[in-house]
């Protein structure tokens, strides 16, 4: 049921990603993440920025439900108003931080590139 929901918001047109109060903590109980809120509209571009190992990749992994071996993660994820779980995986993606980027090169450039090479269709 969770699938067949994720699959139809996720060919919806606008999608609203929400997060609230998000927490992450390692299995030994080690703070990473903690109450972390926000959401991402339709036609926006979200950048997620911090220092060298703030977090920044927990979040989205956790946001995504990606390479979560070893950690607890609490908080509500909702697309469209409605929790579509671990489904989010298979219909979601984000663009990871690469040194061989070219600085001059545009954004758009750059993400078509990546999909490209990720197999995603455009």
């Keep these: 049921m969770l699938e067949s929901t994720a699959k139809r918001i996720m060919t919806q047109e606008r999608i609203t990603v929400v997060w609230e109060d998000m927490k992450v903590r390692s299995k030994n109980g080690r703070q990473i993440l903690n109450g972390i809120s926000g959401v991402a509209l339709p036609g926006e571009v979200v950048a997620v920025m911090g220092a060298s190992a703030s ?3 927990v979040f989205l992994n956790a946001l995504l439900h990606r390479n979560l071996r070893g950690l607890i993660v609490e908080g509500d994820v909702l697309v469209n108003g409605q ?3 671990s489904t989010i995986t298979s219909v979601s993606a984000y ?3 690469e040194d061989i980027f070219v600085g001059t090169l545009t954004v758009s450039f750059l993400l078509i590139t990546y ?3 990720q197999s995603f269709e455009l």
């Design 115 to 117: 999909m490209r090479t």
């Design 95 to 97: 663009v990871e931080q």
């Design 55 to 57: 977090g920044k990749t």
């Design 83 to 85: 929790r579509i779980g």
